[in-house]
């Protein structure tokens, strides 16, 4: 079983709030906004700039046989273009270091970039990243995470689909069934979401004094992207210097590095600024998205309403590389039994490779997933029994003093409160409410 | 082949060289430097390129620069400035209209736009007059509050 424990949390100190809580106050960079005077990523420009466009894979799995880049070169206006042979350490990634700068030996989904061309107009790049020649040998391609678990499976990476295998154990959840007059048993999906932050992913790198870069990025995570920018550039972090500009939303969809080194190597290369620009298509077929996820729930339960068991099973479909896939199922799994006193409860999580878009982070980090499971479920229980669905969560809720399933012990939990005061704000009358 | 653009820009004349097939949105952001107004899906989807074309709210990234030659067109910068803001940039403030602000200067044109024309909106036409500019942030209710306090005189 995985035990969290923390130290108690500080007394509210309630002098801190005072000036601003409960109080209207505007934005910092409000008058900015408003007069279109806010720097973002897309207006970042400087004198000299070269224009950057990625080469990126139409096929979801494919072994990369040659890349010549001979007839993109020789048009007018090209400066530069680089392949992964150019990035001298071609690995990052935050649990798991799979992910590729650039692809090399294969690419794993459609849309994967396996170089980038600099040019001097952004009509040039475009024109020249379609002139780079890739020979690609098509490799069968798996997009079901469930296909994908089977023996036989094409493999995504070497080692196996499954990426990443967690469990919370709490009690006995056999005996919990054995325990239960009525057990509900679902399965839930959910699809695939693109955070659609109306700014594309946007960088401009500019060299520096002494092979040093400042790259100006449209990125929630600069600090994050400076190392990993340095670790596959092999720079000296003091080397690299990101500045978040005004971020035209990202939800997620900017916690991490995308196009940062490869504005940050073609800058490096040519000794000119160099920006790039994710088109809306880029964004939507090669940016990260929401991991889809399947979810079975088996709940036990006596026929007074009280739950004594429940067993949760994800299946997190993590697309071609792990990125945030590993972190976003540790956060579900921690959520997936609910907001639900329930004595028994087994969650087991499997993270696992396919030929889809790359899983990331977005808003709630793999919690909307599971909270859309098992509110939806909690209904389907409270059915089963015969009780309203709001009698039956105020009767089973987590109350102050109540234990999670990873061992935490909860303070000052207004469920119940929050609960009420819906039911209130919603004119709820069905049912008899306690 | 270069084209001769000649139009007024928030009231100033502009000449500029451009090809033909380059968008208003193009020669705006990228020949004229005014990066005021947005460039989100190049698609006419998202709304963030909205100016005003002889007072209606166009979508610059669709709209072929040769096609504004001799016309008016209005971006956030000619809206208001930081030291005399228009009303509407005053009420996105006051309301919190805005959390990236990056949908903030195509809202604000078709909010200007939609209330040159109708002074006195209802909620419904509000919301259908800026049903060409997602928000991702905001939720849109506290725009529309924004807006509808204007057309009621509540914002100076």
Redesign the interface.
């Known amino acids: 079983m995985t035990v969290i424990t923390r130290p108690a949390p500080p007394p509210v100190v309630e002098e801190a709030a005072e000036g601003a809580v409960g109080k209207?106050k505007?934005?910092h960079?409000?008058?900015?906004?408003?007069?279109?005077?806010?720097?973002?990523g897309?207006?970042m420009?400087a004198p000299g700039m070269l224009w950057a466009k990625a080469v990126r894979s139409p096929y979801p799995h494919a072994r990369i046989v040659r890349i010549d880049p001979t007839r993109a070169l020789s048009i007018p206006g090209v400066a530069c273009v680089i392949t992964a042979r150019d990035i001298p350490h071609n690995r990052y990634g935050f649990t798991h270091q799979d992910q590729r700068v650039l692809a090399d030996d294969r690419v794993r989904y459609v849309g994967e970039a396996v170089a980038v061309v600099a040019a001097e107009t952004l009509r040039v790049a475009t024109e020249a990243a379609k002139e780079v020649v890739v020979e690609y040998e098509p490799l069968p391609a798996v997009f079901d995470p469930i296909e994908a678990m089977q023996p036989g499976a094409p493999q995504v990476h070497e080692g196996g689909n499954i990426a990443a295998r967690l469990h919370i154990r709490d009690g006995d959840v056999e005996r919990g069934f054995s325990e239960a007059e009525i057990i509900v048993e679902e399965e839930f999906r959910t699809p695939f979401v693109e955070?659609?932050?109306?700014?594309?992913h946007a960088a401009l790198a500019i060299p520096g004094p002494q092979g040093t870069l400042t790259i100006y990025s449209s990125v929630q995570r600069p600090f994050l992207v400076a190392s990993d920018v340095a670790k596959v550039l092999s720079m000296p972090l003091s080397h690299v210097r990101v500045v978040a500009t005004?971020?035209?939303?990202?939800?997620g969809g900017k916690n991490e590095m995308t196009l940062e080194p490869w504005v940050g190597l073609l800058a490096l290369r040519t000794g000119r600024p160099v920006k790039m620009?994710f088109?809306?298509e880029e964004e939507f077929q090669a940016t990260t998205v929401r991991h889809p996820y399947r979810m079975r729930y088996r709940t036990g339960v006596r026929r007074d309403g009280t739950l004594v068991a429940r067993s949760v099973e994800i299946i997190s479909d993590c697309g071609a590389y792990v990125s945030w896939g590993a972190s976003t199922l540790a956060k579900a799994c921690i959520h997936a039994a609910g907001p639900y006193v329930i004595p028994h409860v087994k969650i087991e999580g499997f993270l696992v490779y396919t030929n889809n878009p790359v899983g990331g982070a977005m808003r709630g980090f793999g919690v909307p997933q599971v909270g859309f499971a098992y509110e939806c479920h909690t209904d389907s229980v409270a059915a089963a029994v015969g009780m309203d669905p709001i009698t039956f969560r105020l009767r089973n809720g987590l109350r102050d003093g109540c234990r999670l399933p990873t061992g935490q012990v909860l303070e000052r939990v207004t469920l119940h409160q929050t609960l009420q005061r819906a039911l209130e704000l919603a004119g709820w009358e069905r049912g008899a409410v306690p | 082949m270069t084209f001769h653009l000649r139009f007024w820009l928030n009231g100033q004349e502009v000449r500029t060289e451009v090809e033909p097939d380059e968008t208003l949105l193009w020669v705006l952001r990228e020949r004229l430097n005014m990066t005021g107004t947005k460039v989100g899906c190049e698609a006419g989807d998202c709304g963030a390129c909205t100016v005003l074309l002889d007072g209606r709210p166009v979508t610059s990234c669709l709209l072929l620069a040769p096609k504004a030659h001799g016309r008016h067109v209005v971006t956030i910068e000619g809206l208001g400035s930081p030291a005399k803001l228009h009303p509407l940039q005053q009420a996105f403030i006051t309301y919190g209209a805005l959390q990236c602000g990056f949908c903030g200067p195509g809202m604000l044109l078709s909010a200007a736009a939609l209330l040159t024309q109708n002074p006195h909106p209802t909620e419904r036409e509000v919301r259908e007059a800026i049903a060409g500019n997602l928000c991702r942030c905001t939720g849109y209710q506290k725009i529309v509050q924004a807006i509808l306090a204007v057309s009621r005189g509540e914002v100076p």
Do not use: I, M, N
């Open positions: 209207r505007s934005r960079d409000a008058l900015l906004q408003v007069t279109g005077q806010a720097l973002y897309v207006d420009k955070h659609c932050h109306l700014e594309p005004s971020v035209g939303g990202g939800f620009v088109t809306r």
